[in-house]
């Protein structure tokens, strides 16, 4: 019986501790994503420049991409329920450093809190979902996580392709390291991650300044070739 029951825990990714894993991974997510859009107009109600404005808006991940090296380490020997605890107190006290800003300056401040506490909680608590799972159901478990987090974006046109490829990218990532580099690994899926969404509001400013709003559009969408090609490079080795 002891047997059958563990196969059966196995072979079941819906579990108590990956529920609740779950949970926590999209409360955690929310929180900055619900700042983001709001954040640059923010800013310049006080103040702030275009390029500021820009600098201000990829200022959290920035942060986070710089920590994510040391934190994936970390996550592989330290205990993930404090980091991730630490995380949140630092997402915490950044959310109340936005509501009492008066000037760019503080906000900027805060997003440097905010980064660090979401590189924390980011790596962490996937990492922490990752070693809940089987090695064969690291794809559809980390999949399901990948969803809950294009979820707390409330973005509903994300959920099919930003979706689909952070659970597939992130889950390849966590295969190609092999057990005992899970945190590594999910650092370094989230470096990739934090360049694109650091680089892309500090390339809207500089356009929001340079550019008509016509062609703001347009111009962002020449990602889309870069990253097809990229994919095109790459695909061999990273078939399955």
Same mark, same amino acid.
């Given at each position: 019986?002891?047997?059958?029951?563990? @196969?059966? !825990? $196995?072979?079941?990714? &819906?579990?108590?501790?990956?529920?609740?894993?779950?949970?926590?991974?999209?409360?955690?997510?929310?929180?900055?994503?619900?700042?983001?859009?709001?954040?640059?107009?923010? /800013?310049?109600?006080?103040?702030?420049?275009?390029? +500021?404005?820009? &600098?201000?808006?990829?200022?959290?991940?920035?942060?986070?991409?710089?920590?994510?090296?040391?934190?994936?380490?970390?996550?592989?020997?330290?205990?993930?329920? $404090?980091?991730?605890?630490?995380?949140? =107190?630092?997402?915490?006290?950044? /959310?109340?450093? #936005? *509501?009492?800003?008066?000037?760019?300056?503080?906000?900027?401040?805060?997003? @440097? =809190?905010?980064?660090?506490?979401?590189?924390?909680?980011? &790596?962490?608590?996937?990492?922490?979902?990752?070693?809940?799972?089987?090695?064969?159901?690291?794809?559809? %478990?980390?999949?399901?996580?990948?969803?809950?987090?294009?979820?707390?974006?409330?973005?509903?046109?994300?959920?099919?392709?930003?979706?689909?490829?952070?659970?597939?990218?992130?889950?390849?990532?966590?295969?190609?390291?092999?057990?005992?580099?899970?945190?590594?690994?999910?650092?370094? #899926?989230?470096?990739?991650?934090? +360049?694109?969404?650091? +680089?892309?509001?500090? +390339?809207?400013? &500089?356009?929001? %300044?340079?550019?008509?709003?016509?062609?703001?559009?347009? =111009?962002? *969408?020449?990602?889309?070739?870069?990253? !097809?090609?990229?994919?095109?490079?790459?695909?061999?080795?990273? /078939?399955?």
């Amino acid at each position: 019986m002891p047997g059958r029951e563990s @196969i059966f !825990l $196995k072979q079941n990714i &819906v579990t108590r501790d990956r529920i609740l894993i779950l949970i926590s991974g999209f409360f955690y997510f929310a929180s900055p994503m619900l700042v983001t859009p709001l954040i640059t107009g923010f /800013s310049e109600n006080l103040g702030a420049s275009a390029a +500021l404005m820009g &600098v201000i808006g990829g200022l959290m991940n920035i942060c986070s991409l710089f920590c994510r090296p040391f934190v994936g380490n970390l996550t592989d020997k330290i205990s993930k329920y $404090k980091l991730s605890f630490i995380g949140a =107190v630092l997402m915490a006290a950044a /959310s109340v450093g #936005y *509501a009492a800003a008066q000037s760019p300056l503080f906000i900027v401040a805060s997003r @440097i =809190v905010n980064g660090i506490g979401f590189s924390l909680c980011s &790596v962490c608590i996937s990492t922490w979902m990752s070693t809940l799972l089987p090695k064969e159901k690291i794809g559809s %478990g980390m999949g399901i996580y990948g969803a809950m987090n294009a979820l707390a974006m409330a973005a509903a046109f994300m959920a099919g392709g930003y979706g689909m490829m952070c659970s597939a990218c992130q889950s390849k990532a966590i295969l190609l390291a092999g057990e005992g580099k899970r945190g590594l690994a999910n650092s370094t #899926y989230y470096i990739g991650l934090d +360049l694109g969404m650091s +680089l892309g509001p500090m +390339l809207g400013g &500089v356009l929001y %300044g340079n550019v008509s709003i016509q062609m703001f559009y347009p =111009v962002l *969408a020449l990602t889309v070739p870069l990253g !097809l090609a990229v994919y095109r490079i790459n695909r061999r080795s990273l /078939s399955p």
